[in-house]
């Protein structure tokens, strides 16, 4: 059964290599199949940052004509999905930026005095968490998906963002207050508990409030 596995996940990066040598020829029918290859996996990552359905396929659109455009910078050496998955982060930051307002955030530069609680996300499953992330505003929204899910840091955030590194501690600490309102108002009874050891470390690796 392991053997089958192995050869399965290689059949499928000979396939993946096959039409990323398309692409790099400029071949509709390669880029149509990574295309569908790849795309619930680019549009989860869009869910995450967009407003809506609408705005998340506008994302992936402009992600997929990224990646194809520099497709031939992808080394063949390294995973294809963190390149494709950088590239698709990085397009929802730059449809977003224009609109993001931090000048009304106060920056947070010092986290010691704030009560370090137990996560109130770890019992949420990946999928309710991200519901009631996408309710967060743009510029809160984020900021924690960058830090919490995507695992970059403040500094890198900063950078990426054009904020001071305290803008971000303060949006991201504001989101987290948001999503514990939501929390409070919301029967938490409607959430599904997942057992699954995938979904508890992704909700506890980077949630935990007194991680900065």
Not at 95 to 109: E, M, S
Request: net charge neutral; aromatic share 10%.
């Amino acid at each position: 059964m392991k053997g089958e596995l192995v050869t399965a996940n290689r059949d499928s990066e000979d396939v993946i290599q096959k039409y990323i040598q398309g692409c790099i020829r400029n071949e509709r029918d390669s880029q149509k199949a990574l295309y569908k290859h790849f795309y619930s996996f680019a549009m989860g990552i869009c869910l995450r940052y967009a407003n809506d359905r609408l705005d998340a396929e506008g994302i992936l659109n402009d992600g997929f004509f990224k990646a194809f455009k520099n497709i031939t910078k992808y080394e063949t050496s390294k995973a294809f999905l963190p390149w494709l998955g950088r590239i698709i982060t990085n397009t929802a930051i730059d449809y977003y930026r224009a609109n993001l307002k931090f000048a009304d955030h106060v920056d947070i530069l010092d986290h010691e005095n704030i009560a370090h609680t137990n996560s109130v996300y770890d019992k949420l499953a990946y999928h309710d968490l991200l519901a009631l992330v996408q309710k967060l505003s743009p510029a809160y929204r984020t900021v924690f998906n960058l830090f919490a899910i995507d695992g970059y840091s403040h500094e890198e955030i900063a950078e990426m963002l054009g904020v001071s590194v305290g803008t971000s501690k303060s949006n991201l600490f504001k989101a987290r207050q948001k999503l514990q309102e939501m929390l409070r108002a919301t029967d938490a009874k409607t959430y599904q508990v997942r057992n699954s050891e995938v979904d508890r470390n992704l909700l506890q690796v980077r949630l935990n409030t007194n991680m900065q």
